[in-house]
């Protein structure tokens, strides 16, 4: 299967012919260089020091998980330790933030 599309330069006009293939991979590579350099500037902006709270909820949205999943990750220790203030749970930003780091280099081989 051919897939067709139109290159525009400013003043000329190219018909490049690719296959699917060709086209998946050079989606992936663009969208792996640019997280490289999404997560090359977060290390950079990152602070170890950090000691923001961030609420379980929105930790779940980070993960884009239900609060339900976010607590049975707790429970089996897949996160770090849980800060109790009253009945409410919050998480320091810094691991948080650390943890989602180190899975997508993991991930993505960065």
């Not at 590579?29 to 170890?48: C, D, G, I, R």
């Not at 379980?56 to 089996?76: C, G, N, P, Y």
């Not at 330790?81 to 081989?109: A, T, V």
Request: hydrophobic letters at 30%.
């Amino acid at each position: 299967m051919n897939f067709k599309t139109k290159v525009m330069d400013k003043d000329d006009r190219h018909i490049v012919t690719l296959r699917v293939c060709e086209l998946q991979d050079a989606i992936r590579n663009s969208v792996e260089e640019q997280l490289k350099e999404f997560l090359k500037e977060h290390t950079a902006k990152s602070t170890e020091n950090d000691t923001t709270l961030i609420p379980r909820k929105k930790v779940a949205e980070m993960f884009q998980i239900s609060t339900v999943s976010l607590d049975k990750w707790r429970r089996k220790g897949l996160l770090p330790d849980p800060i109790k203030q009253g009945r409410k749970i919050y998480y320091l930003r810094s691991e948080i933030e650390r943890m989602i780091l180190e899975r997508k280099q993991h991930y993505y081989g960065t």
